[in-house]
């Protein structure tokens, strides 16, 4: 999707928190933002979806902001096989998922 | 933990030929997806499948593709006459329901058109 756009790489430190950025400034008030991320030769990977508020699951955090044109995936503490591409996405009523540009995430040792 | 498949994992074909790429969804998954993902590029929707029936398509899915479920556990995605540009990792996905539900998607058919 042309208007899911996010950072191409970050590098961060293993047990480092890490912020995944994504603009989605065109999103309707009934598109859902998933996140999703994909490992090397696999399908995509669920990782965690909202509305309006914040939310937290075991793997991560998805903050939104207050007028949803942005959201950030925060891992609390990465590690080596965080490393992946992160698609942030966007949901629409009809269950399409329109997948932003993905943002190449690299873990340091 | 069950998990949608596919196969074949790799197909080779030449321009101008048919291919059916098949995928078995998650058994209790009453929604369907087909996306596809150009090297390098991000995943595209292709096409949701609910009830037997197309419920959502892109503008990627024209009259060339074709979606089908044959029996209670495959999911088909055809290609009628395959174009270079058809090459591509094709992926499967499937959803319980549509409303806020997660997608589990497969691990891919990687086409390739020569």
């Known amino acids: 999707d042309a208007k899911t756009t996010q950072p191409n790489s970050m590098e961060s430190n293993e047990e480092e928190p890490v912020h995944l950025p994504c603009n989605h400034s065109?999103?309707?008030?009934?598109?859902?933002i998933h996140w999703y991320r994909q490992l090397p030769s696999q399908g995509p990977e669920y990782v965690i979806h909202?509305?309006?508020s914040n939310v937290n699951n075991r793997m991560a955090s998805l903050a939104i902001a207050e007028d949803r044109k942005s959201s950030t995936l925060i891992l609390h503490r990465a590690t080596l096989r965080d490393a992946a591409v992160y698609y942030c996405?966007?949901?629409?009523?009809?269950?399409?998922?329109?997948f932003g540009t993905g943002t190449s995430l690299t873990v340091i040792p | 933990e069950p998990e949608v498949t596919q196969t074949p994992s790799h197909q080779v074909t030449q321009m101008g030929q048919e291919v059916i790429l098949r995928c078995v969804p998650i058994?209790?998954?009453?929604?369907f997806y087909w996306y596809r993902q150009i090297l390098g590029q991000k995943v595209e929707f292709l096409v949701s499948?609910?009830?037997?029936?197309?419920?959502?398509k892109s503008e990627i899915f024209d009259d060339q593709f074709s979606v089908e479920r044959p029996d209670g556990s495959n999911f088909t995605l055809k290609i009628r006459s395959t174009k270079l540009e058809d090459s591509a990792m094709y992926f499967c996905?499937?959803?319980?329901?549509?409303?806020?539900?997660?997608?589990?998607f497969g691990p891919g058919t990687r086409l390739t058109v020569l």
């Open positions: 996405i966007r949901k629409n009523t009809g269950n399409q998922f329109y």
């Open positions: 996905a499937s959803s319980e329901d549509t409303f806020i539900d997660t997608q589990y």
């Open positions: 065109t999103i309707s008030g009934t598109d859902y």
């Open positions: 909202g509305l309006t």
């Open positions: 499948f609910y009830n037997n029936e197309i419920s959502e």
């Open positions: 058994s209790n998954h009453l929604y």
